[in-house]
């Protein structure tokens, strides 16, 4: 291991109240879930900050609620959680088989939705699955809480609205109609960070025939794809809507594939979706 943990200091909050007004009064701190993400920079020797925020024990940021026609889901929900809840996998199945696919027990064991989402990263495979739900991400401050749409979290590689003094409390679903499709192409089957990952919903009603489509590893952020959406949703042949979506992705050559590769992966699944929406 690069990085030590000597020289760093781990703040105790014993409610999310404390947690935040530890965040306003006694930062900059940097919050502290899972740890999955935050140890792999220590292991790296990348992990600059030296104040931490420790939030594993504040229970209230737990939980999977229905609450009327919304699923709400903590930030501190961990991947076991997802997988194992008979709610996520009635209303949100494409959630699930998106964490059924992130790393190994262990991983799932600690690490966390809000983590996921905090941490930015455009491979995350829980964020398209969030883009593609419409989800809204809830953000709290000791000066408050506002409401952000998952589709105006993000503005630009690793950067997001959230503020240093707000933690992301949880997240609600409004209920998703129509059939649910999640695909992560990685190098291997497990334990892999994906190359192109990809949900979908192909809407159920007639009247309103436009899927909702969401990338990640495409661009320097999950993307909607809200042009190859409407060009779907129109009627547009495959090969045209492969051209569209060519257009709206913008991937890069990095340690782990190529843009040209990720390119084809991206149009492939494009085409199974397609495909499998008439199975
Ligand atoms: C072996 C291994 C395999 C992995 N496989 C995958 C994979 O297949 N797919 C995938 O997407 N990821 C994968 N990851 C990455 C990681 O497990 C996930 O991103 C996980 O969801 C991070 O959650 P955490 O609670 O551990 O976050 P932490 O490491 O605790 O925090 C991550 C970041 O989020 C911030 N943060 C955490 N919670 C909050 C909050 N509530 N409010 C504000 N900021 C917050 C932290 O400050 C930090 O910047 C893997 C990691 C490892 C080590």
Redesign the pocket.
């Known amino acids: 291991m690069q990085g030590t943990v000597a020289g760093r200091e781990l703040l105790e909050p014993r409610s999310l109240g404390d947690a935040l007004k530890m965040l306003r009064d006694e930062g900059p701190l940097?919050?502290?879930?899972?740890?999955?993400?935050?140890?792999?920079a220590l292991n790296f020797g990348t992990l600059s900050p030296t104040r931490f925020l420790n939030?594993w024990s504040l229970d209230s940021?737990r939980g999977i609620q229905v609450r009327g026609a919304t699923l709400r889901i903590g930030?501190?929900t961990t991947?076991t959680d997802i997988i194992s809840s008979a709610a996520i996998r009635r209303r949100l199945p494409m959630l699930a088989a998106a964490a059924q696919?992130?790393?190994?027990v262990q991983?799932q064991n600690?690490?966390?939705?809000?983590?996921?989402v905090?941490?930015a990263?455009p491979?995350?495979?829980?964020l398209p699955v969030l883009l593609a739900a419409d989800a809204v991400v809830e953000l709290r401050s000791a000066a408050g809480t506002r409401r952000v749409p998952m589709t105006s979290f993000y503005t630009g590689y690793r950067q997001s609205v959230?503020r240093s003094d707000?933690?992301?409390?949880g997240f609600e679903f409004p209920p998703v109609r129509g059939r649910q499709w999640f695909r992560k192409v990685g190098t291997r089957a497990a334990?892999?960070?994906?190359k192109v990952v990809v949900a979908g919903v192909w809407a159920s009603a007639r009247a309103d025939p436009r899927p909702r489509l969401a990338m990640g590893s495409v661009a320097a952020t999950p993307l909607r794809l809200s042009h190859t959406e409407e060009a779907l949703g129109r009627g547009a042949s495959l090969a045209e809507a492969q051209e569209i979506l060519q257009r709206e992705i913008a991937p890069i050559d990095d340690l782990r594939s190529t843009s040209e590769y990720r390119r084809k992966v991206a149009a492939n699944l494009l085409g199974q979706f397609c495909a499998e929406r008439r199975t």
Do not use: F, K
């Open positions: 940097v919050p502290m879930a899972g740890c999955t993400d935050l140890y792999v939030l940021l930030a501190l991947y696919e992130i790393g190994g991983i600690r690490g966390t939705l809000g983590g996921n905090a941490n990263s491979a995350g495979d829980t959230a707000e933690l992301i409390v334990q892999a960070i994906a």
